[in-house]
């Protein structure tokens, strides 16, 4: 029951959040979200990594075209509902720092979000999972058009035209898999079983791919996220480059690899040859910018880059390297936004030639902005290091050509990195930003959290490792299966 109350329970948050009127919107919006993460950890703790699936339900729902409700937790899902339910807070309290207008409206959608964000992590119903992940798709939208800037409308529209044919190619794959089906079902354990030939796998290879590589996204499909991620407010960025872009990668971990291993061992190196390509190209593009949170949009597909690329090694390291690393990544891109919005709150600009000497005025900002930037460039003993070697050694075993190429986003990312911060926080101090306060209380005690996580993780990795280690095991054995089978 508790996977169904994780996904219900925001959904009747939101409403309640709604009608209670701008003024208690936010306040009841953030009490929500800490009662969702007090169900989030207590289901962390209680779960059970060697059975593998946990807190399951299934309820008949469209009986005439087999679809259920089938909802469940296994380590892979767990990780990235845990992820889920820890960052909201820190999202909903951003918006209340950036002082939208019509907060009802917009934390309602965020709750919205969360709730269609988890259903997509827990379906073990593939037209559930669509379903799902549509829904996920809309909050998003309005919150991009409503409250970003001035070029809001002609990102969004971009956004929008780019997820709606990416959607529709998954939908098409989806029925043709339930039309393979004995039973004509959509359940996970069906789709699962099916041994489609090397022609139906590349057909439904690619389907899928298209639409996760959208959402991640990876080099070609990128062009819409920097717009987008500059457009959006910053509460909105925290989303779509938090949590949703996992909705990609987690895709092609629950559905590509175990349903399309033929079609993945003969297409997947050409994905991860634009996975590096991507990395490159978005980092040496990261180095030109002036505006930070354009910088860090390329910053963001860099990193994803490089965990899509482990992801679609389809070894045992890559997967669960790809697992931390989307956690460590969902922590810092939010800890980075948020410290980006307490610029822009006390400065107005985020052009980088405006900025310097920051750190005279907020001492304490600087110590929590450099650690989060550490985190960022894989600092040893923070949460990026370990996911970021080990998708390394996993690409390494694939090809050690292609790890050299993504190799370079080390030194280039320290650069781009360093030197943001440095233009921002270090230097002289710039006459305008004399009056700059440094971090109140209430601030302080958003990022906290997000700076005990950095280093809780990257000194105990074992927390999110060994609650995946079982589930991604089977993960692969399942896809040996129909490799064997079909051989």
Known sequence: ??????????????LFVYLSGNKLAGKVAVIASLLELAAGISAFLDFNPIIIWNFEQRIEWISNLNIEYYVGMDGISLVLVLLTVLLLPVILITGLLSKLKDTAAFYSLALLMQSALIGVFTAKDVFLFYIFWELALLPIYFICLQWGDENRKATTFKFFIYTLVGSLFMLVAIIYLYLQTPDHSYSMESLYSLRLDSIDQTFVFLAFVLAFGIKMPIFPLHTWQPATYTSAPTAGTMLLSGIMLKMGIYGVI????????????????????????GILYSSILALQQQNYKTLIAYVSIAHVGLIAAGVFSASFIGIQASLIQMFAHGINVVGIFLIIELIVKRTGTLELSKLGGLRHQAPILNVFFLIIVMASIALPLTNGFVGEFMLFVALFQYSPILTAIAGLTIILGAVYMLSSFQKIMLGDVNPNY????????????????????????????????????????????SMQKTVSSIN
């Open 434 to 477: 004399s009056h700059v306060q440094d971090v109140t209380l209430g601030e302080a005690l958003t990022l906290v959290p997000l700076i005990a996580l950095i280093i809780i993780m990257g000194i105990f990795p074992n927390i999110v490792l060994e609650q995946t280690e079982a589930s991604v095991e089977m993960l692969l054995q």
């Open 254 to 277: 629950r559905w590509v690899i175990p349903i399309t291993p033929i079609a993945l061992e003969s297409y997947g190196c050409w994905v991860i040859i634009a996975a590096v390509i």
């Open 1 to 14: 029951m508790i996977t169904t109350f994780l996904i219900g329970f925001p959904l009747l948050a939101a």
